[in-house]
């Protein structure tokens, strides 16, 4: 009975902690990349690691790592960004974001880039509303 009440315990616990909410503004350059299908079913968004938030220091990177002599133990291109995706389901719209815990790109940055399964993007609509997917890391 003491170890069912120290799972049920856990699980709670579990279930209360709170997933990483991102506010984006997908027309900032730290933003990078992102894209949906035209029912916003499918999304997807990067957010460019510090380090690489121009192009200029991607094509850098990219170029030395085909220029030198790769270690043969190299995992190969470093990532540029942490990848986020969603398919198959719909975004919810809000009205507004009152109650809900969320952080900025910056503060995300200054977290350590760390995501939660699953971490959720919330994006302002033109007409004051917000989208927010459910999405998941994909690298």
């Known amino acids: 009975m003491f170890f069912l009440s120290i799972c049920y315990i856990s699980c709670a616990q579990e279930l209360k902690k709170e997933k990483t909410t991102i506010l984006l503004d997908l027309n900032d ?38 220029n030198n002599t790769r270690d043969s133990n190299s995992a190969g291109l470093p990532n540029f960004s942490v990848n986020l995706s969603v398919f198959g389901l719909k975004p919810e719209k809000l009205k507004s974001l009152d109650c809900i815990k969320y952080i900025t790109v ?34």
């Open 29 to 66: 350059k730290i933003t990078g990349k992102y894209g949906f299908n035209n029912d916003t079913t499918a999304a997807t968004f990067a957010i460019y690691f510090e380090k690489y938030q121009t192009k200029k220091a991607r094509d850098k990177t990219t170029k030395e790592y085909y």
């Open 106 to 139: 910056k503060q995300f940055r200054e977290s350590g880039y760390k995501t939660t399964a699953p971490t959720y993007i919330i994006h302002k609509l033109q007409d004051g509303n917000y989208l927010r997917w459910k999405t998941y890391k994909l690298n």
